[in-house]
C-alpha cells in the first residue's frame, strides 16, 4: 500500500522554509533571498519513491501582517497549514527554543477574519524542526536536538546546506503519511505550471539585483510562454508601484533590468534542461500591494478586510 500526503513548512519569516523545501525535493523550486517575506504564493514540490509521494508546500512566514498584500500572504499560509497532513514546524537552531507553532498561527489581532483564527490541528500531528543546525556546533546543542535516533519524540535538527539531518526528518516524514495513492505523477517535482516558477525566478533576481525596500513593491507577471519555439520564448511584466519606481528597476542603460533578466534566465533554463529567451517589460500598477483585485490576480486569497486602504511602507 503507498502512502501520500501534504506536508506544510511552517514558521515565522526567515526561518529557512525555502532553503529546506529545494534540499528536500533536489529542485530550486522555491526562490530564496536574505530578506524576510520573499515567498507570497505557497510554492508545491514534490519527493516521490516507490512507496510514497510527500507533497511538500512551502507557504510565506507567519508574521503579524500591516497591508493588504501581507494579510493575504499570511491567509495562504494558514490556509496551507489547515489543509496538511503532518506540519513541520521550522525555527533556526541558533535561535533556540521555538515558540509554540499555536502562537505564530493564532490571530494578529480581534480583527482578522474568523478562518485565520481556527486552525485545525492536522491529524498526524506536528514535527518540531530546527534549521541552521550548521551554524551550532553539537556540543552546544540542547539535549531534545540530539538523540533524534532514540527518540522520535524529540526535534529534529537539520542543515540545508551540508544535508545534516535530513534523511532522518524523510524517514520520520514517510512513516506518519496517511495510506492512499499517489496524487501526482511519480517524474513530477512540483505541481505548479512553470510559467509560475519562470516568475518567480525573476521576481527572486529582482530581490538579489535591486536595494532597500524596492523589492516588496514589484510583482510579476508572465504575459506569454512558449515551450514550442526553441529557444523556450519567455515574455514577463515586472510591475512597480509608482512612475519613480521604473527608473531604478531598469538602471542606467537598462543595465539593472539585463542583470534581473540573465539571472533569471539561467534559474529557467536549469528547470526546463533547455535554452531560453527571456524578454522583460516593466510597468506600474498604482498601490498594487492594497488592490485585492491585483492580488487576486497573483493567485493571493482576498477578503474584504484585505481590501481596505492602509498605508504601505
Known sequence: MTRCGIVALAGAPNVGKSTLLNALVGESLAITSPKPQTTRVPVRGLLTDAETQIVFVDPAGLMDPAYPLQHAMRRAAVDAIREAD?????????????????????????????RERLVARPESGVLTVYTKADLVPAARRP???????????????VSATTGEGLAALLAAVRALLPEGPFLYDAGDVGTQALRFFAAEYVREAAFAVLDQELPYCVAVEIDAFR??????????????????QKPIVLGEGGRT?????????????ALLGRRARLELWVTVWPGWRRDAARLAQLGLPVSRASSARRRVP
Not at 538523540?147 to 526535534?155: E, H, R
Not at 533569471?264 to 533554463?269: D, I, M, N, P, T
Request: glycine share 2%; hydrophobic share 50%; aromatic share 4%.
Open 227 to 244: 515551450e514550442a519555439e526553441e529557444p523556450v520564448y519567455i515574455r514577463a511584466t515586472i510591475a512597480v508601484e509608482r512612475e519613480s
Open 86 to 114: 503532518l506540519v513541520l514546524h521550522l525555527h533556526p537552531l541558533p535561535d533556540y527554543p521555538a515558540p509554540a507553532l499555536e502562537t505564530l498561527v493564532a490571530s494578529p489581532g480581534p480583527r482578522a477574519p474568523e
Open 143 to 157: 539535549r531534545d536536538v540530539l538523540a533524534i535516533a532514540d527518540a522520535p519524540s524529540a526535534a529534529f535538527a
Open 257 to 269: 533590468i539585463k542583470a534581473i533578466g540573465i539571472a533569471a534566465r539561467e534559474k529557467v533554463e
